[in-house]
């Protein structure tokens, strides 16, 4: 997928240190991550290659350059939930409000609705009153996404000595018939991608 020079493709092991390099600041910086430290290179690279082994892990670059990322993983881990998937996404400072994050959620809707997952759900950090480590941004581009909220845990979140609530949000992509057929692993991203 690609538009305004930015392409959306998979994620290779060899991003992991761009994309940490992306991350970092948001552990650092922000309660947009609730991790206090921020990962090691070899779990970092572990982490995408345990999504890909059944969910997507994209990556949005421009001649060369990382701009963003986003993935998704299981929703709570029981097999009820098998048809749901959370969702997450980080862009590189500076790279806001440029219509990045929306070409990766199209995309990872695109890839999760070809794998039969029917909602997708976002965990967001929430401040009760902004401040300089999180405001309500997230939430307004899941709502702007088509995301609804689905409610909120208060002071579940303690970080730079303050707690933060914590949103779900979620977005239905697909229909839940009677006999939903079985959730699988994408078989070809590039090509699915490139589709859209």
């Known amino acids: 997928m690609s538009g305004n020079g930015v392409r959306i493709r998979v994620a290779a092991r060899e991003d992991a240190k761009e994309l940490l390099e992306i991350y970092a600041p948001y552990v650092e910086k922000t309660a947009i991550s609730f991790e206090w430290d921020v990962p090691g290179l070899e779990e970092f690279q572990a982490r995408i290659e345990k999504t890909l082994r059944k969910y997507p892990y994209l990556v949005a670059e421009k001649d060369g350059e990382l701009l963003g990322y986003a993935y998704t993983g299981p929703f709570v881990g029981r097999a009820a939930y098998g048809w749901s998937a959370?969702?997450?996404?980080?862009?590189?400072?500076?790279?806001?409000?440029?219509?990045?994050?929306?070409?990766?959620?199209?995309?990872?809707?695109?890839?999760?609705?070809?794998?039969?997952?029917?909602?997708?759900?976002?965990?967001i950090g929430s401040p009760e009153t902004e401040d300089e480590y999180l405001t309500k941004n997230s939430i307004e581009f899941h709502a702007h996404m088509g995301y609804r909220m689905v409610g909120e845990f208060y002071k579940c979140g303690y970080k730079f000595g303050r707690w933060y609530n914590m949103a779900w949000m979620e977005k239905i992509i697909g229909e839940h018939g009677k006999e939903p057929a079985p959730v699988v692993p994408f078989p070809d991203l590039d090509e699915l991608i490139a589709e859209i």
């Open 86 to 123: 959370e969702v997450s996404i980080y862009l590189k400072e500076g790279r806001q409000k440029m219509g990045i994050g929306k070409k990766l959620y199209q995309a990872i809707e695109a890839v999760s609705r070809a794998q039969n997952i029917k909602s997708l759900n976002a965990c």
